[in-house]
């Protein structure tokens, strides 16, 4: 009897001490929480996406080498951004860059041209992507307060900057429920990259979900072995061996949440029998000899190798055929502190061909209409030059204060430039995006309204967008 009572939580003591009518009430709303169906008010309103693929460009792409033209910079090459108060501001910065004598001005020094209808000025590095433009909705100035990669991550993925949040594929899957029975709600993927060699490091709570059930956090594929771990059954273990012991566990789950009604316990037999199902639907899903060559092709020549971005790109249209709720592709390599001349041109060779397959097939299939896609960083990085500067090689430090993403398919205005930098590319002179704002278009593409998502944990009604700021939809890029 003693250990027994030693092992009681409070939660349990509370379930079994507690009036007999208030137990009954915590055990059904215990039912509620584990249930993986949609909240019951959701969709708040009609959504114009039924699922979304983000791109996620881990290490902050440089909008001022890619998207963000600021050709008046080469009148200023090599003069020192700390004499301009009025453009820096007394800006926080790295440790990085903070004890260097002078902060020099890099100009771009990758030509731009305009494309599209309305002519929108992209890189010569992204020539693929520029052929997108009419698609997309291109926002110059998304800014963030974070300053170091880990936390700026931390803070687009789950809103905020220290660890514990669910991300935002979590909050999708919690909120929206499954539209697909044999894959999980919420997959990514983490590609290899051929820019510099070092990488700031991923952690799974990026795709995690915090206080949410542990049955929506997101399921990373693996580019080798098995797709997702331990997936096969253990040598000498039939698939029928493999389905008795999975009953056994159910029956032992369903008793212990009878007794203790903890919600994670049936999340555990709902993982075990969506292990069981995606032993049979995975193969398939990363199985590309259904693929005509022409499709193929135009993913471009890395498709076939497993771990890629073009092979990611592929997987996330299968995905979305397949109707997974969220899929969120992280590809390294893009902190470029130094050698952008060396490094930047292979990240973009990596995914620009690709994106710009994975739009164009979505399109072709007639996916795009109710596929919302979202392309860019954490943060962006500066005009000024860390490290030593030459008009034919240069580096860039953090920069929270502007960067660049886009975003296209349901529910986004094709063909918009939305915000403005000034000519330094260092503050938001038109129509300033937070975050936050980026994140609740997202869910208003979906069909929710941010405010009122949210789950009650310490106290604290939390949300995706915070409680520390006012926020809402970019409503100018929305169609």
Not at 201 to 209: C, H, M, Q, T, V
Not at 278 to 284: D, K
Not at 332 to 358: F, K, M
Not at 449 to 472: A, E, K, S, Y
Request: some cysteine.
């Amino acid at each position: 009897m003693q250990p027994y009572l030693n092992a009681v939580c409070r939660r349990t003591f509370l379930s079994q001490t507690g009036i007999g009518l208030g137990a009954a009430a915590l055990a059904t709303l215990m039912r509620t929480e584990a249930s993986a169906d949609p909240r019951p008010e959701l969709p708040h309103f009609p959504p114009t996406a039924k699922r979304a693929i983000y791109l996620f460009m881990a290490g902050a792409p440089s909008q001022i080498d890619t998207w963000d033209y600021k050709p008046k910079l080469i009148d200023h090459f090599d003069e020192d951004l700390r004499k301009m108060e009025s453009i820096h501001m007394g800006q926080r910065l790295t440790t990085m860059t903070s004890g260097q004598a002078s902060l020099p001005i890099a100009p771009s020094k990758f030509k731009f041209k305009q494309h599209g209808k309305h002519g929108a000025w992209v890189s010569e590095l992204l020539p693929h992507q520029a052929k997108l433009v009419d698609d997309l909705a291109i926002v110059r100035s998304v800014h963030t307060e974070a300053i170091n990669h880990d936390p700026a991550i931390t803070y687009i993925c789950t809103g905020h900057q220290l660890p514990g949040r669910a991300s935002l594929g979590s909050w999708l899957s919690y909120g929206l429920g499954s539209t697909n029975e044999n894959l999980p709600n919420f997959m990514v993927m983490t590609p290899s990259w051929t820019g510099r060699k070092e990488a700031q490091a991923l952690f799974n709570r990026l795709w995690g979900s915090g206080p949410l059930p542990s049955e929506h956090q997101g399921v990373s594929l693996r580019s080798s072995g098995d797709p997702v771990l331990f997936l096969s059954n253990p040598e000498g273990v039939s698939r029928e061996a493999r389905q008795r012991m999975l009953e056994r566990l159910r029956r032992f789950n369903q008793r212990t949440f009878d007794k203790y009604a903890d919600a994670e316990t049936l999340t555990r037999t709902e993982q075990y029998e969506m292990a069981a199902k995606m032993q049979m639907s995975v193969p398939g899903l990363t199985d590309f000899s259904d693929e005509p060559q022409h499709v193929l092709d135009m993913y471009g020549p890395d498709v076939q190798k497993p771990g890629t971005y073009a092979a990611s790109c592929l997987l996330a249209r299968r995905m979305a055929e397949r109707d997974v709720r969220f899929v969120q592709i992280f590809h390294r390599g893009w902190d470029q502190h130094g050698n952008i001349a060396g490094d930047l041109p292979n990240q973009c060779r990596d995914v620009d061909q690709p994106t710009w397959a994975l739009i164009n097939d979505l399109k072709q299939r007639g996916l795009l209409d109710d596929t919302l896609v979202i392309w860019g960083g954490e943060f962006g990085r500066t005009v000024y030059c860390q490290g030593k500067l030459t008009k034919q090689n240069y580096g860039r430090d953090h920069h929270p204060r502007n960067f660049t993403i886009w975003m296209a398919g349901g529910g986004i205005k094709p063909g918009v430039v939305h915000g403005s930098t000034d000519e330094f590319s260092y503050n938001i002179v038109e129509d300033p995006v937070h975050i936050h704002d980026l994140n609740a278009t997202i869910l208003h593409c979906l069909g929710i309204d941010h405010r009122r998502l949210t789950f009650r944990f310490q106290g604290l009604d939390m949300r995706i967008t915070g409680v520390d700021r006012p926020c809402g939809p970019v409503q100018a890029i929305l169609a």
